[in-house]
């Protein structure tokens, strides 16, 4: 790709590297922003995830491992799609948090690294406001009311003076891990991700079993559900019946879940939306890649006269680009992230972000 | 407001008197109407199907919301909780027919009583006689003492969520308007959240969310808020401990470190 700076002097467009390992997947990508209209341009966006056997989970010091393991290979994969040279670069991002913190640790290292050996500044993104940046640059969605679901988090989150600010959230365990250990039970395959396989078996499901249904004003839980769950997947593998004496399959199982966990979380979505008086709704996190939430959703907001966003696994699913994009829109406010400070935390709310690049 | 819904149809029979929208939520519509008698108004709580949602889980959910509101409605009302009597129910049908409260929002009345008075929580001026905005106060927190000696839990308390119904005529001396404001009979109202419980902790984040509501809603009243606990405090038995779990409620928060 040519140089930049060639032809005018003048740097046309910022290019940003983003990092991402919080959890199983290792991401690296390139994104450029036009220097005039801010606008995105996804260059490369490469992705390894760490796939445990079926039902386990990805334990943080193996899913470490991975992430230390395939990093190089990550990134020199990322830089060749995109066609830049490093001198093209601006600056190195990274996921500060909130996740796991040996995969966190892992990429943050990495990422220190890639800044020092190219001479680059150090750009530390929350993962939650890298996952919003991203959903809204790519459906162009202006203001609307965000659900991020994934394996770690659920949030009802709504944008007012600066701040992602959040309306509801889970009580306890995220509607992804919910979902994630009900595979567990049926050793439903973790490739590509044990929700996606959830979703194709349940559109083979018939009978609806009655769940707890946990919402608490915009609030919810899902670890009772999953309790519940894990319990009838036990009857199940024992060929015994179902509480009303029906004969039940795993896809049934399926199928319960996922109508209940996710009517639960568009009635949370619908009560923010009230509740802002907005009519937009944008899904993203790894969870709203399923499309049976998404026409759920649809389905709501357009009895509120609004509409759903939603993106595809490139981007709802955790990736670089989406750290790229946000610690890129950071980076033009002025924001840096020194290298003594270059560290990275379990915890690290939504709220906390100052959104200096949105009015 | 113009009803552009379809009626449920409890609201078609030619019984009740021609309905009107009052308020559109996210989990129903509230509308005006009768009950049996033309002069006895009353309101219908409506749950609308959702379309997004399994007719089977709906229908399940729908049923135990306008059951769970009546029953505690009425265990209020059983007790001597100033809330909305129950008249009718159809929990399938997902309606639920209570009393017509009169009066205005206590957030009204509040916002009227304090009218144009100078930002920032200034100290009120010299002369002001705050006896009546105080005695609100402690109606709020009488009415939710009771509600909580009930072993009743509101879920959504606010400013907007209580009425205000004046008392009859001339059982009081005529009073300013400013006075009229903040005068009647504290009702609460919207029992669409609330749950049965006497734990210290549920009746504190009861009394939390009112607090963080009448901060958020009345800046300038603020400190009057000590007046509602002061109350609270005086109205039951386990009141005592109930604040003192709010200490704990508020150190808490709402927030919850976040796990990845």
């Given at each position: 790709?040519?140089?930049?700076t060639?032809?005018?002097?003048?740097?046309?467009?910022?290019?940003?590297l983003?990092?991402?390992?919080?959890?199983?997947?290792?991401?690296?990508?390139?994104?450029a922003?036009?220097?005039?209209?801010?606008a995105?341009?996804?260059?490369?966006?490469v992705?390894?995830?760490?796939?445990?056997?079926?039902?386990?989970?990805f334990?943080p010091?193996?899913?470490?491992?991975?992430h230390?393991?395939?990093?190089v290979?990550?990134?020199?994969?990322?830089?060749?799609?995109?066609?830049?040279?490093?001198?093209?670069?601006?600056?190195i991002?990274?996921?500060?948090?909130?996740?796991?913190?040996?995969?966190?640790?892992?990429?943050?290292?990495?990422a220190?690294?890639?800044?020092l050996?190219?001479?680059?500044?150090?750009v530390?993104?929350?993962?939650?406001?890298?996952?919003?940046?991203?959903?809204?640059?790519?459906t162009?969605?202006?203001?609307?009311?965000?659900?991020?679901v994934?394996?770690?988090?659920?949030?009802?989150?709504a944008?007012?003076?600066?701040r992602?600010?959040?309306?509801?959230?889970?009580?306890?365990?995220?509607?992804?891990?919910?979902?994630?250990?009900?595979?567990?039970?049926?050793?439903?395959?973790?490739?590509?991700?044990?929700?996606?396989?959830?979703?194709?078996?349940?559109?083979?499901?018939?009978?609806?079993?009655?769940l707890?249904?946990?919402?608490?004003?915009?609030?919810?839980s899902?670890?009772?559900?999953?309790?519940?769950?894990?319990?009838?997947?036990a009857?199940?593998?024992?060929?015994?019946?179902?509480?009303?004496?029906?004969?039940?399959?795993?896809?049934?199982?399926?199928?319960s879940?996922?109508?209940?966990v996710?009517?639960?979380?568009?009635?949370?979505t619908?009560?923010a939306m009230?509740?802002?008086?907005?009519?937009q709704?944008?899904?993203?996190?790894?969870?709203?890649?399923?499309?049976?939430?998404?026409?759920?959703?649809?389905?709501?907001?357009?009895?509120?006269?609004?509409?759903?966003?939603?993106?595809?696994?490139?981007?709802c699913?955790?990736?670089?680009?989406m750290?790229?994009?946000?610690?890129?829109?950071?980076?033009?406010?002025?924001?840096?992230?020194?290298?003594?400070e270059?560290?990275?935390?379990?915890?690290?709310r939504?709220?906390?972000?100052?959104?200096?690049?949105r009015? | 407001?113009?009803?552009?819904?379809?009626?449920?149809r409890?609201?078609?029979?030619?019984?009740?008197?021609?309905?009107?929208?009052i308020?559109?939520?996210?989990?129903?519509?509230?509308?005006?109407?009768?009950?049996?008698?033309?002069?006895?108004?009353?309101?219908?709580?409506?749950?609308?199907?959702?379309?997004y949602?399994h007719?089977?889980?709906?229908?399940?959910?729908?049923?135990?919301?306008?059951?769970?509101?009546?029953?505690?409605?009425?265990?209020?009302?059983?007790?001597?909780?100033?809330?909305?009597?129950?008249?009718?129910?159809?929990?399938?049908?997902?309606?639920?027919?209570?009393?017509?409260?009169?009066?205005?929002?206590?957030?009204?009345?509040?916002?009227?009583?304090?009218?144009?008075?100078?930002?920032?929580?200034?100290p009120?001026?010299?002369?002001?006689?705050?006896?009546?905005?105080?005695?609100?106060?402690?109606?709020?927190?009488?009415a939710?003492g009771?509600?909580?000696?009930?072993?009743?839990?509101?879920?959504?308390?606010?400013?907007?969520?209580?009425?205000?119904?004046?008392?009859?005529?001339?059982?009081?001396?005529?009073?300013?308007?400013?006075?009229?404001a903040?005068?009647?009979?504290?009702?609460?109202?919207?029992?669409?959240?609330?749950?049965?419980?006497?734990?210290?902790?549920?009746?504190?984040?009861?009394?939390?969310?009112?607090?963080?509501?009448?901060?958020?809603?009345?800046?300038?009243?603020?400190?009057?808020?000590?007046?509602?606990?002061?109350?609270?405090?005086?109205?039951?038995?386990?009141?005592?401990?109930?604040?003192?779990?709010?200490?704990?409620?508020?150190?808490?928060?709402?927030?919850?470190?976040?796990?990845?």
């Open positions: 790709m040519a140089n930049d060639a032809t005018t002097g003048k740097k046309k467009r910022r290019i940003a983003g990092c991402e390992g919080s959890a199983n997947k290792l991401g690296i990508g390139v994104i922003h036009d220097v005039e209209t801010g995105a341009t996804v260059l490369s966006n992705r390894h995830t760490f796939v445990s056997p079926p039902g386990t989970g334990l010091k193996d899913t470490a491992r991975h230390r393991a395939f990093f290979r990550v990134a020199k994969q990322a830089l060749s799609d995109a066609g830049v040279r490093i001198a093209d670069i601006d600056c991002c990274y996921t500060r948090g909130p996740g796991m913190g040996g995969p966190l640790t892992s990429v943050a290292v990495a220190r690294t890639l800044a050996l190219w001479g680059k500044e150090l530390g993104v929350n993962h939650c406001v890298g996952h919003i940046e991203m959903g809204r640059a790519i162009g969605a202006e203001n609307p009311v965000v659900l991020y994934s394996g770690g988090n659920t949030q009802v989150i944008y007012a003076e600066q992602y600010r959040i309306f509801g959230e889970a009580l306890d365990i995220a509607v992804g891990n919910c979902l994630d250990r009900f595979a567990r039970a049926f050793e439903i395959s973790n490739d590509p991700a044990p929700g996606y396989n959830i979703e194709q078996l349940a559109k083979q499901g018939r009978v609806l079993v009655e707890p249904y946990a919402v608490k004003g915009m609030d919810c899902f670890s009772g559900i999953l309790t519940r769950a894990e319990e009838l997947a009857q199940v593998k024992r060929g015994q019946k179902g509480p009303e004496g029906e004969l039940l399959t795993p896809a049934d199982l399926c199928f879940l996922q109508e209940t996710f009517a639960m979380l568009v009635e949370i619908e009560r009230a509740h802002v008086g907005a009519s709704v944008l899904i993203v996190g790894g969870v709203g890649s399923n499309i049976r939430l998404q026409d759920m959703m649809g389905a709501m907001a357009a009895e509120r006269g609004g509409s759903v966003y939603a993106t595809d696994e490139r981007f699913i955790d990736n670089g680009i750290i790229a994009h946000a610690g890129l829109l950071a980076y033009e406010t002025g924001f840096r992230t020194p290298l003594e270059s560290t990275c935390t379990q915890r690290f939504t709220d906390e972000v100052f959104v200096k690049w009015k | 407001m113009a009803t552009e819904f379809p009626l449920p409890v609201l078609t029979y030619p019984a009740s008197a021609p309905p009107s929208l308020a559109q939520g996210a989990e129903g519509r509230l509308y005006k109407t009768t009950h049996l008698h033309a002069d006895r108004p009353c309101a219908l709580k409506y749950r609308p199907p959702k379309p949602r007719p089977i889980l709906d229908a399940r959910l729908t049923k135990a919301r306008i059951a769970a509101e009546a029953k505690v409605l009425d265990r209020c009302y059983r007790e001597g909780v100033p809330v909305p009597v129950v008249y009718a129910l159809d929990a399938a049908a997902g309606w639920l027919m209570i009393e017509w409260i009169e009066g205005i929002p206590v957030r009204q009345g509040i916002n009227e009583w304090l009218g144009e008075r100078p930002e920032d929580d200034a009120p001026a010299e002369d002001l006689d705050e006896t009546p905005i105080v005695d609100l106060m402690k109606r709020i927190g009488q939710v009771s509600l909580h000696r009930t072993g009743v839990i509101h879920g959504d308390l606010t400013t907007s969520n209580m009425m205000l119904r004046p008392r009859p005529q001339g059982s009081e001396p005529e009073a300013d308007a400013k006075k009229k903040v005068a009647g009979d504290v009702i609460l109202i919207d029992f669409g959240l609330a749950t049965q419980s006497s734990s210290d902790e549920d009746r504190a984040v009861d009394l939390y969310v009112l607090e963080r509501a009448f901060a958020s809603t009345h800046p300038r009243a603020e400190r009057l808020f000590s007046h509602v606990l002061e109350a609270y405090k005086h109205s039951f038995k386990k009141a005592h401990s109930v604040l003192i779990k709010l200490e704990d409620v508020r150190m808490r928060g709402r927030k919850r470190s976040m796990l990845g």
